[in-house]
């Protein structure tokens, strides 16, 4: 997630000039839309600067002692410090001690939680008015962790949550300075309003700085703690599910056929006395169902882990999976040593299912896989000239990959118009095998 970005000094600008034609051309710097700054040739009075000589600068210099429309804005905000710093000041401190007081109660922790979400909003508004008046461009707090399963741990987890004491903390901080900026603004603008710019910045910076300190997003360690976690929980509910259809799988599969392959051999054994021909039948018809058993325990050890994967790699591998495939698929790999096998798995089997929501689902005439290591990451690039209309929706199968693949910080961009074509593009980090594993 981004940090705090300062606006209001101008992150980009453009210079016009005239020189002695009279029209203004454009040269452009920077690339925000930022500040322009209007030249003739020559120096501006009060500005300081010349036009010919800030082709290599970045922004503009603001005046120093220019009451220009950001020095209104800063004003106009340092005077709304007061009010709505009351307002938060006076609702923290109320909020807070009448919830530690109830803490022994049943309801002490539901008025903690309630509290910690209206701060949140408060801080939202902070934010916007930052971002208005300041330039200051905050992103969006985070949000808080997953809540565990039970009324009592869900409940817990929100009020342990560090980023709404942060904004519990700005606000009960920001009375007193709120106070001392409405004064000084106040008392500058009514009789030494000359210094107003100088001092209103210096304020302003001090602003900038309690908003990015305590109203940013969690620190980037917090955020990937919470990521890591969310990922660990899609692992391990993808897991759980490929038990789960393993065991369906030999359940309804190569049980059953094993078990009628039992019965059918213990009829012939019956009749093998009495009526030879026919228990020599029933043994031909038993050997059937030993050759589609195999079959069916073959294709789940392919959905389990493909020994052509782990003999051969993901080039030998992923050709399986197009000579397979009911659409003609163009296979390309382009790799110059095999990724640690973990990747390789993943890797495959998101080929796996893209390949066959192709044969499902595309109405393609021809398809291709191109898959090779791109700086530090594994790339697979999946086309298709179906109907396309392909969406990364709540319970499909593309969403299910890319929840797998985020995971492992992988990413899944799925590019599919109405009437096609459609371009899925996976992408993984590189991890290169262990020795032991060559």
């Given amino acids: 997630m981004a940090g705090p970005v300062d606006a209001g000094a101008g992150a980009g600008a453009s210079m016009e000039t005239g020189g002695s034609r009279g029209a203004g051309g454009s040269v452009g710097l920077g690339t925000g839309a930022g500040v322009r700054v209007h030249a003739d040739g020559a120096e501006r009075a009060g500005t300081g600067t010349r036009a010919a000589g800030r082709a290599g600068t970045g922004a503009a210099a603001e005046p120093v002692l220019a009451l220009d429309v950001r020095s209104w804005r800063r004003v106009l905000f340092l005077l709304l410090d007061l009010p709505l710093g009351l307002v938060g000041f006076v609702f923290v401190v109320t909020w807070f001690s009448l919830a530690l007081g109830l803490a022994i109660t049943v309801i002490g922790l539901p008025l903690l939680r309630i509290g910690l979400v209206v701060t949140r909003a408060l801080g939202t508004v902070e934010r916007a008015r930052a971002r208005v008046l300041l330039g200051l461009h905050i992103p969006a707090a985070s949000r808080p962790a997953p809540p565990p399963p039970g009324s009592m741990a869900r409940l817990w987890a929100a009020v342990a949550d560090p980023v709404g004491w942060r904004h519990v903390l700005y606000f009960f901080v920001r009375l007193p300075w709120a106070i001392i900026t409405f004064v000084v603004t106040l008392v500058l603008l009514l009789v030494a309003w000359p210094v107003l710019p100088v001092v209103t910045r210096a304020l302003g910076a001090v602003d900038k700085a309690m908003i990015s300190a305590l109203l940013s997003p969690s620190d980037r360690m917090e955020r990937r703690i919470r990521e890591l976690?969310?990922?660990?929980?899609?692992?391990?509910?993808?897991?759980?599910?490929?038990?789960?259809?393993?065991?369906?799988?030999?359940?309804?599969?190569?049980?059953?056929?094993?078990?009628?392959?039992?019965?059918?051999?213990?009829?012939?054994?019956?009749?093998?006395?009495?009526?030879?021909?026919?228990?020599?039948?029933?043994?031909?018809?038993?050997?059937?169902?030993?050759?589609?058993?195999?079959?069916?325990?073959?294709?789940?050890?392919?959905?389990?882990?493909?020994?052509?994967?782990?003999?051969?790699?993901?080039?030998?591998?992923?050709?399986?999976?197009?000579?397979?495939?009911?659409?003609?698929?163009?296979?390309?790999?382009?790799?110059?040593?095999?990724?640690?096998?973990?990747?390789?798995?993943?890797?495959?089997?998101?080929?796996?299912?893209?390949?066959?929501?192709?044969?499902?689902?595309?109405?393609?005439?021809?398809?291709?896989?191109?898959?090779?290591?791109?700086?530090?990451?594994?790339?697979?690039?999946?086309?298709?000239?179906?109907?396309?209309?392909?969406?990364?929706?709540?319970?499909?199968?593309?969403?299910?990959?890319?929840?797998?693949?985020?995971?492992?910080?992988?990413?899944?961009?799925?590019?599919?118009?109405?009437?096609?074509?459609?371009?899925?593009?996976?992408?993984?980090?590189?991890?290169?095998?262990?020795?032991?594993?060559?």
């Fill in 229 to 438: 976690e969310a990922g660990r929980g899609t692992v391990v509910d993808t897991a759980a599910a490929d038990l789960r259809r393993i065991e369906r799988d030999l359940h309804d599969g190569a049980q059953a056929r094993l078990v009628a392959l039992a019965m059918g051999l213990g009829m012939a054994r019956e009749k093998l006395t009495e009526d030879p021909e026919a228990a020599a039948t029933m043994v031909e018809q038993a050997h059937d169902e030993v050759k589609l058993a195999l079959r069916e325990l073959r294709d789940l050890a392919r959905g389990i882990h493909p020994a052509i994967l782990t003999d051969r790699g993901l080039p030998a591998a992923v050709a399986s999976l197009g000579a397979r495939c009911t659409v003609p698929v163009k296979v390309t790999v382009e790799l110059a040593r095999r990724p640690a096998p973990a990747i390789e798995g993943i890797v495959y089997f998101t080929a796996a299912e893209l390949v066959t929501n192709i044969s499902k689902h595309s109405q393609a005439v021809s398809a291709a896989v191109d898959l090779r290591r791109v700086g530090g990451r594994l790339r697979m690039v999946v086309t298709d000239d179906g109907r396309g209309g392909a969406r990364v929706g709540s319970g499909s199968g593309l969403a299910g990959l890319a929840e797998r693949l985020g995971a492992i910080d992988g990413t899944l961009l799925v590019h599919s118009p109405d009437g096609g074509p459609t371009r899925v593009e996976a992408a993984v980090p590189w991890r290169d095998r262990e020795p032991s594993g060559l």
